[in-house]
């Protein structure tokens, strides 16, 4: 059963940075595929990135591509949200989240932009970017 705690959120002003962390445990983080999703009050969840369990070409949401960039440390078992450039449509509760991926068996884009594919969340943090 893996646990996931995500920290870094906060209030920053539009144009601003943060960085979100995902620390995993009761599991071998390597082992997981591992994404953030977000949802903003009145709104379905939405996914922001995804990386494979071995890293590689990450996915993005097209509204954050070229200002966020997902990393993940496996020695450290904990994996990153670095959101630059923000916006005020920015604004929400961003989880991680993980699921179990096959060594052998690399999963698709199509795969990890889904909220369902994933077994694993945290309680998510919240991140308010001021116009």
């Known amino acids: 059963q893996v646990r996931l705690v995500e920290s870094g959120g906060g209030l920053v002003q539009a144009g601003g940075s943060l960085r979100l962390s995902c620390a995993a445990s009761g599991g071998t983080f390597s082992s997981y595929a591992m994404g953030w999703f977000r949802q903003a009050p009145g709104t379905e969840r939405e996914f922001v990135a995804a990386?494979?369990?071995?890293?590689?070409?990450?996915y993005y949401a097209d509204s954050v591509k070229g200002r966020f960039t997902i990393l993940r440390d496996n020695a450290k078992n904990t994996g990153y949200l670095q959101m630059n450039s923000l916006k005020p449509e920015d604004t929400a509760v961003y989880y991680c989240a993980a699921d179990y991926e096959n060594p052998n068996i690399r999963k698709s884009r199509a795969q990890l932009v889904l909220g369902s594919s994933y077994d694993y969340w945290g309680r998510g943090t919240q991140v308010t970017v001021s116009s």
């Open positions: 990386i494979n369990r071995r890293g590689g070409s990450p």
